[in-house]
Structure formats: structure tokens, C-alpha cells
């Protein structure tokens, strides 16, 4: 009798000790997420706005290339074609006097998803292969996605564009983005050795002239669904979006410290209302780690792809 009561009591401690890390959890999560505060900012409208980032006090986004009369333009394939554009931004997060970065040589369609060497001197971003190659879930040829270098020279703006060199026709790679130091670039691609749709890859850089090879991020960070847009704060901490089982929508924002040795360890998915339960991606945390923008296709929108600017994070 008394081993079967002792053994009850040594249940009861152990899941009152669980509960309590629970209730722990739950109060540190809405604790952390009634600070933030979060707004769909006065720039957004019918066209698709997204991938907004800050360089050198100027902030960088994507949005739909339009003819004269404002309406997006699409290609042959009939997919959306974007542009990059500069402006400012307020302390409010909004943004304004914004201006088209001007294309000489800026790939076959796209331009969008870019991230710039600290000087600003060199600019990488997502722009379509100069040659058709093979379709990876279709049977026929196609412009797939490449990442492009170009460099600043005063007095001739952007310039010197190129493929990186690891890039292949075959197979896509996009949302680029730099390491705090500009030593290593990451990205999104499904070549070789993807496990699932687009698996998060980085590549060392030496003086952005030249490259490392790619290697794919460990499985505990990747996994057999679709990873996109990863982007790595001061902390050195990466942000990306995925559409992993556990999620709160569809596509959710989630976060890794890549400092962690411990394999065992898995993303940290960000609660609300930084997701919620349409599509978020594109995270980006200014260097007060404070404030940012996210981009998300979520209820109450402007249009498909709306910028939202976020505080208190």
C-alpha cells in the first residue's frame, strides 16, 4: 500500500512539474507577443509589396513591374515580373520617395529579394538564367531562378553584374542574404542533394569576388517540406519561412540560433502576431533587434503580398 501511494504521489510531482513548465511557456509566449506590435504600413495597395530590408539607412523591397497605366506586367509565362525598389523610412516604419533601382543588365525578367554588403558596395538578388534549362517538377525548359552580384561604382551606379558561379541553369536558387559580417551568404534552392521542395543552403564569400561551394544546412533546421527566405541577424540567429507540419498557417516564420551545438535542437516557430494563419515570410530585424518588417498574405490585406512593419519584438 504504502509503495503504491508513493509511487502515486512521485506521479502527481512530476506532472504538476510539467504543468507548470506549460503554464511557464504559455505566459512567457503572450507576454512576449502582447509586446509586439505589428501594421500594415500605408505603401501597400493592389500590388504585390514584399522582401522589404534596410541598408546604409535606406530600405530595399520588391514590387510588381507595371506598365503606364499601373497594372503589373507579366511575362510570356504568364507569372508576375518584379522590380527593386530604394526609398526612405520613417521612424513609423513608412515608407516613402521611392525609386526604381535602374536596370542596364539585370537578368532576363525578375528582379526582387535582394541583400547588400554593409558598404552597400555590392548587391545580391533573385533575377531569372540568362539560358533556359530544365524544369525540375515539369517536363520542358524554362528560365529557372539565379543569383546575381552587382557592384556600385560611383559615378556609373550599379555595374559589373554576373551570375555567381555556382549557380547552374538546371536548378533555381533565390532570397539571397548576407551574414553580419559578409563572410557567408544563404539561400534557398532545390538543387542537388535538396531533401525537400527548397532546402536553406550557404556558400562562403572572400571579398565578394569569389565563392566557396554550397552546402546545405543541417536537418534540423531544413526539412522535407519547403524552406524560403532566410535571413540572419547581428545575433547570428536565422529567420526563415516555412510550411513545416506544427506551423500556425501555411507558411510561418521561424527562427534558429546558429550558435547552438546541440543537434537535438529545432527552429523556434514566432507566435502572434508576428504569423498568423494565412502566409508570412521575409523576416528582417534592424540592427536594435527591436523593429522590422515581415511580409505576409493575411486576412484584412491591401493586396496579395502586403509589408508589414513590427515593434517591440
Not at 513608412?94 to 554593409?118: A, D, Q
Not at 507558411?251 to 508570412?280: A, C, M, R
Request: charge should be positive; proline fraction near 4%; glycine fraction near 8%.
Amino acid at each position: 500500500m504504502y509503495l503504491k501511494l508513493h509511487r502515486n504521489i512521485g506521479e502527481i510531482k512530476a506532472l504538476l512539474k510539467i504543468t507548470l513548465v506549460y503554464i511557464l511557456i504559455l505566459f512567457s509566449t503572450l507576454s512576449f507577443s502582447q509586446e509586439i506590435k505589428i501594421k500594415n504600413i500605408k505603401l501597400n495597395s493592389k500590388l504585390d509589396h514584399f522582401s522589404a530590408m534596410m541598408n546604409n539607412g535606406k530600405v530595399y523591397f520588391s514590387r510588381n513591374l507595371t506598365n503606364k497605366r499601373g497594372k503589373p506586367i507579366k511575362s510570356k509565362s504568364n507569372t508576375f515580373i518584379y522590380t527593386l525598389i530604394k526609398a526612405n523610412v520613417d521612424t513609423q516604419g513608412e515608407i516613402s520617395n521611392m525609386e526604381p533601382i535602374k536596370k542596364t543588365k539585370l537578368g532576363r525578367y525578375n528582379i526582387s529579394v535582394s541583400t547588400f554588403s554593409k558598404d552597400g558596395r555590392y548587391m545580391y538578388f533573385t533575377t531569372n538564367s540568362d539560358d533556359a534549362g530544365e524544369n525540375r517538377r515539369r517536363d520542358y525548359k524554362t528560365f529557372n531562378l539565379q543569383i546575381h552580384r552587382a557592384e556600385y561604382v560611383q559615378g556609373k551606379g550599379w555595374t559589373n553584374f554576373s551570375s555567381l558561379p555556382f549557380c547552374n541553369k538546371d536548378y533555381s536558387y533565390a532570397h539571397p542574404t548576407l551574414s553580419p559580417d559578409g563572410n557567408t551568404l544563404y539561400f534557398v534552392s532545390n538543387m542537388k542533394d535538396t531533401k525537400g521542395r527548397t532546402d536553406i543552403f550557404k556558400v562562403s564569400v572572400f571579398a565578394h569576388k569569389t565563392y566557396g561551394e554550397p552546402v546545405r544546412l543541417s536537418d534540423n533546421i531544413n526539412s522535407p517540406r519547403t524552406e524560403l527566405y532566410p535571413f540572419v541577424s547581428n545575433d547570428n540567429k536565422i529567420y526563415f519561412s516555412s510550411n513545416r507540419r506544427g506551423g500556425v498557417g501555411g507558411y510561418d516564420i521561424y527562427s534558429y540560433d546558429l550558435n547552438n551545438t546541440d543537434e537535438k535542437v529545432i527552429p523556434e516557430v514566432l507566435p502572434e502576431p508576428i504569423n498568423s494563419i494565412g502566409e508570412d515570410f521575409s523576416f528582417f530585424l534592424m540592427d536594435d533587434g527591436k523593429r522590422g518588417f515581415l511580409t505576409s498574405r493575411r486576412s484584412k490585406g491591401k493586396g496579395n503580398d502586403d509589408i508589414y512593419y513590427f515593434t517591440g519584438f
